[in-house]
């Protein structure tokens, strides 16, 4: 599973259209008002808007013409699309339980024995164990512990430490136990939770991969060179790109509100 997602994301990095405005499912709410310039949305409250009320807008707008790719944004059952998502996502919550709670703990054991190795081999010339080790730690405690628990996904259930209201915030103690990385749990959350959740796809995400890699898309170089590039950005993605721009406390003074 993680080889096939590399290799994806290896290829869609480099590719020249994989990310382009035109392609379907990456199109950003700038673009579908461009094409759609009787509907007027309010970018801060798009996320809001009913799904009656907006299967109403597109259906009234006479002006309204989508490209041959887009037409079943003009045919998709906004309303029962609303309901199933509610439905599921209660379902989803009855089965929250006790057994969330032992599958993050087995997580963060993993990831405490392989932060051990890490430290303890550290005296060892460079090898592949004490990378390994030490990546799984960062990475686990970062992408499956914090993640999660900042997202709010243990708040339901009785998981200690690992509740959103408190996790890694009010101490450097409390920062260093719960999730010791070079980014601030606070500014994740902005730029994280805030920003890229609540503009998916959008201009105000600062995670739009084809706007963050749009210069190697537009590079007037021979394809392979771009293979190539993309493939050295991939050991070093978190640094390069806009987390190590956006997590910052640019992010916390102006609470969220730059556009990316």
């Known amino acids: 599973m993680f080889l096939t997602r590399l290799l994806s994301a290896f290829f869609a990095f480099a590719s020249t259209d994989a990310y382009a405005p035109t392609s379907t499912g990456f199109r950003s709410a700038t673009y579908l008002q461009s094409t759609l310039p009787s509907v007027k949305f309010d970018r801060h409250d798009a996320d809001c808007m009913s799904a ?13 013409k989508l490209d041959p790719q887009d037409a079943w944004i003009e045919q998709l059952d906004y309303v029962g699309f609303a309901k199933e998502v509610t439905a599921l996502g209660k379902e989803l919550q009855k089965n929250t339980g006790q057994a969330d709670v032992d599958h993050l703990n087995k997580i963060v ?7 051990v190795i890490g430290v303890m081999t550290m005296w060892m ?6 990378v390994i080790a030490l990546s799984t730690w960062t990475y686990a405690s970062w992408t499956m512990v914090a993640h999660h628990t900042c997202h709010g996904g243990y708040n339901r259930v009785d998981a200690g430490k690992f509740n959103s209201r408190g996790f890694a915030l009010g101490s450097l103690k409390k920062r260093i136990e719960d999730w010791c990385d070079w980014m601030m749990p606070e500014a994740w959350n902005v730029e994280h939770n805030r920003l890229h ?6 201009d105000l995400d600062p995670d739009l ?31 390069y790109s806009k987390y190590i721009q956006r997590i910052t406390s640019s992010q916390m003074e102006t609470g969220g509100t730059e556009t990316a």
């Open 125 to 130: 010339p460079p090898n592949p164990l004490t």
């Open 209 to 239: 991969v084809e706007r963050n890699l749009s210069f190697l898309r537009e590079m007037n170089v021979a394809t392979p060179i771009k293979y190539g590039v993309a493939l050295a950005l991939m050991p070093i993605w978190k640094s």
């Open 109 to 115: 054991n993993w990831r405490n024995i392989a932060a």
């Open 52 to 64: 009656t009320s907006l299967k109403s807008t597109l259906s009234s707008s006479p002006s309204t």
């Open 197 to 202: 959740h609540y503009h998916l796809g959008e």
